[in-house]
């Protein structure tokens, strides 16, 4: 069955995301390289290497500073931490960092995962789209107006990172 914006919708309700916004593809098959993971691999690191301007979300993921500084630095990912394609590449998808968003793995990532196979055989489907490059469900960054110590000890980290970055 094909689903309008409105079934897509109702859908990422019921699975607790529906604060996740969507984009309508109409999947065309494309081939993959076959290099593509060792491709993926780096394209990821770069990814990585690119959250400095997004530490409010990183903050509020409760990492520990080893893990918040190996995602920084584009050594590893964290645990239940996935990196997602905006659009799969057999779809059309390009192997760029701008194709990329990064969400927890359990449970969004795997909501969304059935949220997408659901789909499977529709004409046009709906691909999770989020704004910015990690995806954080509302409910988790909703905080009251006391201070958060560890948002700014990890804010103030990126903030001297990126400027690192950006010195000659």
Aim: net charge neutral; proline share 6%.
């Amino acid at each position: 069955m094909q689903w309008t914006q409105a079934t897509a919708e109702k859908r990422l309700n019921d699975l607790k995301i529906s604060d996740l916004p969507i984009t309508q593809i109409r999947p065309h098959i494309t081939p993959v390289e076959r290099d593509w993971f060792q491709k993926y691999r780096g394209i990821c690191r770069e990814f990585m290497r690119s959250l400095s301007d997004s530490v409010q979300e990183l903050a509020m993921m409760n990492l520990d500073r080893d893990e918040f500084m190996g995602l920084l630095m584009g050594r590893e990912i964290p645990d239940n931490l996935s990196i997602r394609f905006r659009v799969p590449l057999i779809w059309g998808g390009k192997l760029e960092t701008e194709n990329l968003f990064m969400c927890f793995t359990f449970p969004q990532s795997q909501n969304i995962d059935r949220f997408i196979i659901e789909q499977n055989g529709n004409e046009t489907i709906w691909l999770p789209n989020p704004v910015k490059k990690i995806y954080m469900p509302i409910h988790s960054t909703i905080s009251g107006n006391g201070g958060n110590a560890v948002s700014d000890r990890l804010s103030q980290m990126a903030a001297n990172i990126a400027s690192n970055r950006r010195a000659p």
